[in-house]
């Protein structure tokens, strides 16, 4: 699952704890979402998307590549 909370978050001038702070988390858990580490739990995308102003699937995306069947 790819997504683009690095650049909300960078585009807010929010720091990774701030943001943390501000979901109910740790810097750590916005750490491996961002790096991709981690897919958060729906309530998690959900608040994210919420703080952020935007839909979930603005935020997350399926990885792209080539289909598994091949």
Avoid: C, H, W
Wanted: proline share 4%; net charge negative; aromatic share 8%.
């Amino acid at each position: 699952m790819r997504n683009g909370v690095r650049e909300l978050r960078s585009s807010r001038g929010l720091s990774q704890g701030q943001l943390g702070t501000a979901l109910g988390v740790s810097r750590q858990t916005i750490n491996a979402i961002e790096t991709e580490r981690y897919t958060p739990s729906l309530p998690l995308a959900l608040s994210m998307a919420k703080f952020f102003e935007v839909s979930v699937e603005e935020m997350f995306y399926a990885n792209e590549g080539p289909a598994d069947d091949q």
